[in-house]
């Protein structure tokens, strides 16, 4: 009976499922403690875990995926189109700028071989050109000679029949044989002849070198070949289109200016095919 009696007490303070704990802080009498060692034997100890029995799959069920799961799923499932569709956009980006890059190399491609042939065809004449020069200054020195006299210059010889007639001069005496001053006549006649031929033939030589000089150069122009004098408007000094070949002083002329054109330059095509030799202004 005593002992029933302790069990139920020692019931009665025990928590329900609770692990009994040996060491307890209340000091309790040795008749207890008898008892508590005894219904420690007979009681056995339990474990109780921390999920509930709702979340605890039932025996030969499988437990259902969660939502996440279900979407790490999908994106495993869907990466490798992914990947697919990012490569081919790599791709076709790689694509459009090589061929960017292909269609502007053409057109300088284009454009340089326009520029190239329009160089050869404006140039290809430059040896040629050259060439021509020395005639073209041969021409022209042959009309700085050969210039036609002024009609100043040539002033007919009074005849001797005027001589004789004049009042001033003594009465002529007869001579024999008369046929003497009809020979100095013809003679005068003859020379004015001569002179008043070659003057002519000198303007015509003069006229036609001019004219071949003028066509000769029109001819130039033509293919590009153009001549220039730079002393005709006193032109300052450039040394892209003249060589100085000597200075000297020239009073109301600017330092640096040309005054004489020793030889004339030749331009083709907007380039300088020989520079002008002229002299230069330098009076400090």
């Known amino acids: 009976m005593i002992q029933r009696a302790l069990l139920r007490q020692s019931r009665a303070h025990l928590p329900l499922r609770s692990v009994p704990s040996i060491h307890t802080s209340r000091i309790?009498?040795?008749?207890?403690?008898l008892a508590l060692n005894q219904t420690q034997r007979r009681i056995p100890a339990r474990w109780y875990s921390a999920t509930t029995e709702a979340?605890?799959?039932?025996?030969?069920?499988?437990?259902?995926?969660?939502?996440?799961?279900l979407a790490e799923s999908k994106e495993k499932e869907e990466d490798p189109v992914k990947k697919e569709l990012e490569a081919k956009n790599r791709e076709i980006?790689?694509?459009?700028?090589?061929?960017?890059?292909?269609?502007?190399?053409?057109?300088?491609?284009?454009?340089?071989?326009?520029?190239?042939?329009?160089?050869?065809k404006d140039f290809a004449i430059t040896r040629?050109?050259?060439?021509?020069?020395?005639?073209?200054?041969?021409?022209?020195?042959?009309l700085?000679?050969?210039s036609p006299p002024s009609p100043s210059t040539t002033t007919p010889s009074p005849p001797s029949s005027s001589l004789s007639s004049s009042p001033s001069s003594p009465p002529s005496t007869q001579t024999y044989p008369p046929q003497e001053p009809q020979e100095t006549e013809d003679t005068q006649q003859s020379s004015t002849d001569i002179s008043s031929t070659a003057e002519k033939d000198l303007k015509n030589l003069s006229d036609g070198l001019r004219m071949t000089e003028r066509i000769?150069?029109?001819?130039?122009?033509?293919?590009?070949?153009?001549?220039?004098?730079?002393?005709?408007?006193?032109?300052?000094?450039n040394p892209n289109l003249h060589e100085a070949t000597f200075m000297a002083k020239q009073e109301g002329k600017e330092d640096g200016t040309v005054f004489h054109t020793q030889q004339k330059g030749f331009l083709l095509n907007g380039r300088v095919l020989r520079a002008a030799k002229v002299g230069v202004v330098k009076n400090s």
């Open 216 to 237: 000769f150069m029109q001819m130039l122009e033509k293919h590009g070949i153009i001549r220039f004098d730079p002393s005709e408007k006193a032109e300052p000094f």
């Open 93 to 120: 980006i790689d694509l459009k700028d090589k061929y960017l890059r292909s269609v502007a190399d053409f057109r300088n491609l284009q454009d340089r071989t326009v520029r190239e042939m329009k160089s050869a």
């Open 55 to 69: 979340t605890k799959p039932s025996d030969g069920e499988v437990s259902a995926p969660s939502e996440e799961g």
């Open 144 to 146: 700085s000679t050969v």
């Open 28 to 33: 309790q009498p040795p008749s207890s403690r």
């Open 128 to 142: 040629f050109a050259n060439d021509l020069l020395d005639s073209v200054d041969n021409l022209e020195r042959a």
